[in-house]
């Protein structure tokens, strides 16, 4: 097994990666898939090897063939004849000394053979001598190198697991990297991306990979805009309601028809009194069904009608006279339409205010529905008629 430098897991020895972590497996060492063999216990003559040294310095050079040892490898070096010395009288010496023997030929010196390593016999473990028997001394053993045992190795099986997606080599199960080449096993799948429509509100559920949040909020607020804008311009509730907000926030100004005509007049007061800004001037109507009719010279935005009624704005004199408590305003616009509106007015002196709100305004007529305090010779009055306009 081979460790993984990083996290310690244990790896198989031909994985290359680490099934943990994907470390890189090659700078770990491998272990020796065959431990070594334990020597053998050495026998008495081994043992006793190293003891016997000194005795076997002092045995001859040569043994004859009964010693049993093998030859030596290396030749011994030749040995040189000493000179014999006769030993010298112990009296006076002899006149003329005898001639001095001639030494031997001295023999050749063989040429040096190289030796060939000799075979490696199996020990032979001597046996002990008898307990009778003198001791003599023991060559050393000659140490001998021995020889590795080749055990059979077990074949590694193939991993019986998920192949790799990129080189399909099989890994055991439980492993999170490839052990050829560290690519991930244990993939995910990717969830199918969403419709467009579903990445918006309100039906987003999980934003879409890629997709710009901002671009959609601000698709969002212009659809939004849109649909208001469209809604003021082509509804026409939307269109009132938008123009309505619009009256309320803006400024009003008072316009002044261009052209004032009557139904119906009383002497010496006529319809152009009733446009005059005097209150003490009254347009005089001689019955019912009469109408006033102001033009004007552009069509305007008409906010309110303002009207006096009566013929004088101080109470005594405002009950001598004929008062109208109901009329009718139909506003014609410039694209030829009529509006209608009913109006009601209370039976008391001062300006009363209609909201009327309408576009484009280019006349208005004033006919009188109604009236109180009316007598034989009194003429129903209408002191003022003021027009305002939105700026």
């Excluded at 799948?189 to 579903?198: D, G, H, I, K, M």
Aim: hydrophobic fraction near 35%; charged fraction near 20%; charge should be positive.
């Amino acid at each position: 097994m081979r460790s993984c430098p990083a996290c310690g897991s244990a790896n198989r020895e031909d994985d290359e990666f680490c099934g943990n972590c994907g470390s890189y497996l090659g700078w770990s060492s491998r272990a020796s898939r065959n431990p070594p063999v334990a020597p053998e216990p050495l026998g008495p003559s081994e043992q006793a090897g190293p003891a016997a040294v000194p005795a076997a310095a002092a045995a001859p050079e040569t043994e004859g063939p009964a010693s049993g040892a093998p030859p030596s490898p290396l030749p011994d070096p030749p040995v040189e004849p000493t000179r014999s010395r006769t030993p010298e009288p112990a009296g006076p010496p002899p006149e003329e000394p005898a001639p001095a023997p001639e030494p031997p030929p001295r023999p050749a010196q063989p040429a040096a053979v190289q030796p060939e390593p000799p075979a490696q016999p199996a020990p032979v473990r001597p046996e002990p001598p008898a307990p009778d028997a003198p001791v003599a001394a023991v060559q050393p053993a000659k140490p001998m190198a021995r020889r590795p045992v080749v055990r059979p190795v077990t074949a590694d099986e193939e991993p019986d697991g998920p192949a790799c997606p990129a080189c399909g080599t099989p890994n055991l199960p439980g492993r999170r990297f490839c052990r050829r080449c560290a690519a991930p096993l244990q993939t995910r799948e990717q969830p199918a991306p969403l419709p467009w429509w579903r990445t918006v509100w309100p039906f987003r559920r999980r934003v879409r990979s890629g997709s710009g949040r901002t671009l959609r909020r601000t698709v969002l607020v212009l659809a939004v805009v849109g649909l208001l804008f469209a809604g003021f311009l082509l509804l026409p509730a939307g269109r009132y309601l938008f123009e309505d907000v619009r009256d309320k926030l803006g400024g009003t100004a008072e316009i002044s028809p261009a052209e004032v005509t009557a139904s119906a007049q009383a002497p010496g007061h006529p319809a152009t009194a009733a446009v005059d800004g005097l209150t003490n001037k009254y347009w005089g109507a001689p019955e019912l069904g009469s109408s006033l009719t102001c033009v004007f010279d552009k069509p305007f935005r008409l906010v309110g009608v303002v009207v006096h009624t009566g013929v004088s704005k101080e109470p005594q004199e405002f009950r001598q006279g004929a008062r109208p408590t109901r009329a009718e305003l139909i506003v014609t616009t410039a694209d030829g339409k009529v509006r209608e509106k009913a109006v009601t007015f209370t039976d008391k002196p001062g300006p009363q205010t209609v909201q009327t709100g309408i576009s484009d305004v280019v006349s208005v007529r004033l006919v009188l529905r109604g009236a109180s305090g009316q007598g034989e010779g009194r003429p129903i009055a209408v002191g003022e008629v003021e027009f305002f306009k939105r700026t």
